[in-house]
């Protein structure tokens, strides 16, 4: 075993910038002479080719991780295809990994050495942590917060669904793929308030 690797778990909301510190941190290991690899979930279904591009435009390939997919044995396919494993793995939307492949991934970490970084949601619409942020928060070394600003100016917390008309809906399916058309990341206390302000109009009591 070697016990120089480090699983990393860096979420924030929706527009955090997420994705583009992944491919900046990317390029920067490619400038170095780095050797990386990126994945992404391909529940992901927004760009039909397997690229993992940022909201500012500039995007980079990946390999995709199918549900059923061992994240050791693509990992360990890499040194066949490669003939070395890579320093680093980068994984965007890592919120729709499994418990089993976040797992997986630490086991990489501590039998490969190789450092692990996932970018992800911490949390669904609803509140409530995903399968694969809740295994990260439970077993990764190093945690961050990439941290954005609410329209009021505190910190958001809650990646808001929305309706066309922009009321927050906390009912329906957990995954549903969707950009600035369908969410919006807001703090807790404007997530209520506006829940509070839709219950008025509908003349039901307030949340």
């Known amino acids: 075993m070697n016990p120089t690797g480090k699983l990393y778990f860096r979420y924030g909301t929706m527009g955090s910038a997420k994705t583009a510190l992944l491919l900046t941190t990317a390029y920067n290991f490619e400038e170095r ?35 059923e997919s061992n994240m050791v044995t693509l990992v360990e396919e890499l040194q066949q295809t490669d003939g070395y494993l890579p320093s680093w793995i980068l994984v965007d939307e890592a919120q729709f990994l499994t418990e089993q492949q976040v797992d997986q991934l630490a086991y990489v970490v501590d039998k490969y050495g190789i450092n692990v970084m996932c970018y992800g949601l911490r949390t669904d619409f609803r509140t ?34 929305v309706t066309s008309t922009g009321d927050i809906i906390t009912e329906g399916e957990v995954v549903e793929i969707g950009g600035n058309e369908r969410y919006i990341a807001v703090c807790r206390n ?5 829940r509070i302000e839709q219950s008025k109009k509908k003349g039901q009591l307030p949340l």
């Open 33 to 67: 002479g780095m050797a990386y690899r990126c994945f992404k979930p391909v529940i992901d279904t927004r760009d039909e080719r397997n690229v993992i591009r940022s909201r500012i435009g500039i995007e980079r390939e990946c390999c995709w991780i199918y549900p």
């Open 128 to 161: 409530h942590l995903f399968e694969g942020s809740k295994r990260l928060l439970e077993v990764a070394d190093t945690i961050e917060e990439v941290k954005s600003t609410c329209t009021c100016g505190r910190k958001t917390i809650v990646n808001a669904r």
């Open 190 to 194: 404007c997530w209520r308030n506006k």
